[in-house]
């Protein structure tokens, strides 16, 4: 199984600073035949289901506000949250989809400083 | 507008059955795969099982398999996940997702509110 890791478990930033979160994969991720990254990220707000945020490791999912931004490949990934606001306290995960079983990691809880 | 809507969640005994439904609308439901994930209290996300569109491959958690089924009518917009031999760590929030694409191998776009099972005698 591909063992998902997420750092780190928390952070709080200031409205309007940059959060960034990072994930990391056993193996890689990437997907040779179309040149993707099978990666996934979810913000997940309390008392509500998960929501895509971005996919294929950078593809902002349709409505996402662009201060959103997903990067890296292979095993290491970041998801940077250019300007903190107050709506965007939540738990984010990563997501692998290149091989079952579909691995989450445990989650990184954005606050407000 | 997509929506899922689950339903079936329930007290249940250890070693008792379960059958989730979800109800889909607002999308070509056999069109594209779909999924549950599930969620124990205060902890993190697990995948469960995923189906392709037409419903002859589906794939499972370590966790589940041989004792959950994941299933689909398409004539229906239904998903289903029969669940058998339950332990109190199936004690969860499950949600139903449908998939960007038909294969299974893509991410969740759009999930439900999900449905609690509590294992527990």
């Known amino acids: 199984d591909i063992v998902m890791s997420q750092s780190p478990d928390s952070l709080a930033v200031s409205l309007g600073e940059r959060a960034t979160i990072n994930c990391k994969s056993s193996q890689s991720v990437f997907f040779s035949s179309n040149n993707k990254n099978n990666l996934a990220w979810y913000q997940q707000k309390p008392g509500q289901p998960p929501k895509l945020l971005i996919y294929w490791a950078s593809t902002r999912e349709f409505g996402v506000p662009d201060r959103f931004s997903g990067s890296g490949s292979g095993t290491d990934f970041t998801l940077t949250i250019s300007s903190l606001q107050a709506e965007d306290v939540a738990v984010y995960y990563c997501q692998q989809y290149y091989t079952t079983p579909f691995t989450f990691g445990p989650g990184t809880k954005v606050d407000i400083k | 507008e997509v929506q899922l809507l689950e339903s079936g969640g329930n007290l249940v005994q250890p070693g008792g059955s379960l059958r989730l439904s979800c109800a889909v609308s607002?999308?070509?439901?056999?069109?594209?795969?779909m999924g549950w994930v599930r969620q124990a209290p205060g902890k993190g996300l697990e995948w469960v099982a995923t189906i392709n569109y037409r419903g002859d491959s589906t794939y499972y958690a370590d966790s589940v398999k041989g004792r959950f089924t994941i299933s689909r009518d398409n004539s229906e917009n239904t998903l289903y996940l029969q669940m058998n031999s339950l332990r109190a760590d199936d004690t969860a929030v499950y949600y139903c997702?449908?998939?960007?694409?038909?294969?299974?191998?893509?991410?969740?776009?759009?999930w439900g509110q999900g449905t609690l099972v509590t294992v527990s005698s």
């Open positions: 997702a449908k998939d960007s694409g038909s294969s299974g191998y893509d991410p969740g776009d759009y």
């Open positions: 607002g999308f070509s439901f056999s069109t594209y795969a």
